[in-house]
Each structure stands twice: as C-alpha cells, then as structure tokens.
C-alpha cells in the first residue's frame, strides 16, 4: 500500500514537474504561422524535394515597425545525392513536412523582457530545405532522383517577398541564421546589405564560424566535404567574389576565407568549444570507427585528459581560424567556452537570469550594444572549465547522430 501510494506520488510530481515546464515555455515563447512561397515555385525556387520555400513572420509594431530581424534556420548540408536523397523526405529537405507553427523566443521573442532591443521589430524565421546555405543553383533536375538544387534561388524568393511586406522601406536590419544558417548569414550578407541601401544593415552569424581544420587522424574531412557541397550544388557563382578570387570556392564557404573581404559589420557569436564542429569536425564517425569519443562527445565532463587536451587544441585551432579576420572595429564578438551550439534562439541561453555571460555580459546586450552603437564587444573566453555560466549540452544516443 505504501509503495502504491508512493508510485501515485512520484507520478503526480513528474506531471506537475512536465506542466510547469510547458508552463515556462509558453511564457518565454509563442508560435508563428507559416508562410508557404507557392507563387515562388514557377521561378525555380523550391526545396530538395520541389516543394516551395517557407518561413514564419511575426509583424513589428510601435518604433520597430521599419526595423527587420532575419533568423535563418540550420541544418547542415547534404554534399551528393544519396545524402541529399536521405535531406529530401525531410522538414530540412521539404516544406512538405515543415510544422504549420514555430516557437520564437531569444531573439525572435516579442516580450520586452526577453529581447529587449528587438522585441518591437518584424521577425522572420526563414525555413532551411535547400541543403545548400541557400548557395545552389543547378538549372537541371536529375531525373533519376527529382532533387532540386536550388537554395539560392529560394533565397531570392524569400527576400523578394519580404521587400514587397514592407522591408523595402526598412530603416534598421539584422541578418542572422544559427548553424549552416549562420554561415548563410555570411555568405550572403555583403549582397542582402546591397538590396537596402537606405537601411543600416548588420549581419549575426550564431554558431556559423565552421573552421577548416584535421580531424583525428590528421584527414581533411571538413574540407573535402564543403568542397563536395559546393559542386553538387554549383555553389560557386553565389559565393562573394572577394573570396573566390583569391581561394577556391570549396574554400570560400569556410568563414575564415568568405569572411576576410566582407563591407558589412558581422557578429560573430560561438563556442569555441561547438559541439557540432566537435562531433562532425574533430571527430566524425570515419575518424573514430572503434566510438572512443562517443561518450566524451555527448557530455564532456566524461572526457579523458588526452581527449580534454585535444579538445584543447581545437580551441586553439578555432581561434587561429578567427584571427585571419584581424579585429576591424566594426566586428561584435562573442566566443565563450561552453560546449553548444546556437545560442541566440533558445531564451535560456539568449537573455534570461541564469543565461550564460562573458566578461559579466549576457549575449542580448553584447548583441545589441554592438548593433546600435553604444558599445563594442570583441570577447573570447578563457579556456575550458573556467566559464561557470555555460549551459553545456549533454546529448543522448538518438541525438549523437545529429
């Protein structure tokens, strides 16, 4: 009888825990609707699978009525047809199995609290289904597979709808994307400033700065597979010609390289410690056939030394890639040493009272302090464990694969 009660008990706690959880979610987020681009899809502009483009648009009000925030979605690349084909069936392959509704909290909240300096403005997620950082456009669709490789022409599309809602008429814009999103937001930044000339436009990369560096055997897995996405995808033609006139254009979509040339002021917010470089990057499934790294991979307070001085020395690596920018006042920067990857779409780790800091600032005010002007920010982190504010993420297997 005791033991039932306690069963009962114990039920009743983790439901009523599940319920305030739920509770907290919908106070610090709130959906979107989407919007479906059917008119875009006579232009060419659709998804892997021939679907049409897709984003989410919360409208501003009040002083943030002419002011654009674009936060494009992640999902990495596919580099050939079989990864492309496994994309396609998929919410980052079609629109076809995208949610009707999106939760923006972070920088896409409409709570003042939450996001005090763009709270006001319109808010756009952009949808990811290309495979491509929106980079492809290859006129010919194999018949074999039916995939479409048309993430610049999506792009395009997007924007072009976005100019005729009013962001023609834009007085302040930001361009962000978190992860592949991110380095869209660097590969197309320069462009995008070009089609506002009477805006103040910056551009935030979240998680996007992917660096070209060894894997564990000392093998060039990132770049040939960059380089692999770019012809799949004929990518070349919209990378900035500032790059690939000096690099090749597999090399161009590396932000070391694309970014050097960049005009427009870029933010870059990172872990130098990113998960997703560190598990597809430093150590991919090829390099660790036996899983050595896989529980050091999932939570990092179970790394060895010699996968925590490793770990180390990717850090290093990270920020000799970082340097090949030099330090123009214009760049905001935010690196600190948590293990993640995007920070400015969660409120957890955007703006909230136990959201991570570096140098006693939390990544809202570092981002809009640097983009309205009132004070730069260029900080890197000291190495790991000394940062006590990260959230670090702790993954379990169904997610390693990700």
């Not at 998929?90 to 972070?106: C, E, I, N, W």
């Not at 694309?258 to 597809?280: C, E, I, R, S």
């Amino acid at each position: 009888m005791l033991k039932a009660r306690l069963l009962v008990h114990h039920q009743w706690l983790s439901t009523l825990f599940c319920l305030v959880i739920l509770l907290l979610m919908r106070v610090e987020g709130y959906d979107v609707p989407v919007t479906f681009l059917e008119d875009a899809v006579a232009q060419g502009a659709v998804c892997l699978d021939g679907s049409p483009p897709a984003y989410h648009f919360d409208q501003g009000s009040g002083a943030g009525v002419n002011n654009w925030l674009i936060h494009i979605e992640g999902g990495a690349w596919c580099n050939n047809a079989t990864t492309c084909l496994a994309k396609r069936d998929t919410r980052l392959g079609s629109s076809k199995y995208m949610a009707k509704q999106y939760t923006f909290s972070g920088i896409l909240s409409k709570l003042r609290k939450f996001n005090p300096d763009f709270y006001s403005w319109n808010r756009v997620k952009v949808r990811y289904c290309d495979g491509s950082s929106f980079t492809g456009d290859v006129e010919a669709v194999d018949p074999r597979t039916k995939l479409y490789y048309r993430g610049a022409r999506v792009w395009r599309a997007i924007v072009d709808d976005l100019m005729a809602k009013g962001m023609k008429n834009a007085q302040n814009v930001l361009l962000s994307g978190c992860s592949a999103g991110g380095l869209t937001a660097i590969l197309h930044c320069d462009s995008f400033r070009a089609l506002l000339s009477g805006a103040k436009v910056k551009c935030l990369s979240d998680a996007g700065f992917f660096i070209n560096t060894k894997d564990l055997t000392g093998a060039p897995h990132i770049e040939e597979l960059f380089a692999q996405v770019v012809a799949t995808h004929e990518s070349a033609k919209n990378l900035p010609a500032s790059c690939t006139s000096k690099f090749s254009p597999g090399l161009c979509f590396f932000p070391q390289y694309a970014a050097q040339g960049m005009q427009t002021p870029l933010f870059l917010l990172n872990a130098a410690y990113d998960t997703w470089q560190v598990k597809n990057i430093l150590a991919p499934g090829v390099a660790d056939p036996h899983g050595t790294w896989h529980d050091c991979k999932a939570d990092i307070t179970k790394c060895s030394s010699s996968q925590l001085q490793t770990l180390q020395g990717f850090r290093t690596e990270f920020l000799n890639a970082l340097s090949l920018l030099g330090s123009p006042s214009s760049m905001g920067m935010f690196i600190n040493s948590c293990y993640a990857h995007c920070q400015s779409g969660t409120q957890e780790t955007w703006l909230r009272d136990d959201s991570p800091l570096l140098d006693g600032t939390n990544i809202a005010k570092a981002v809009g302090d640097w983009y309205f002007d009132r004070t730069a920010f260029q900080k890197i982190d000291c190495p790991m464990p000394c940062d006590k504010t990260c959230h670090n993420r702790v993954f379990d297997d169904r997610e390693m694969d990700k």
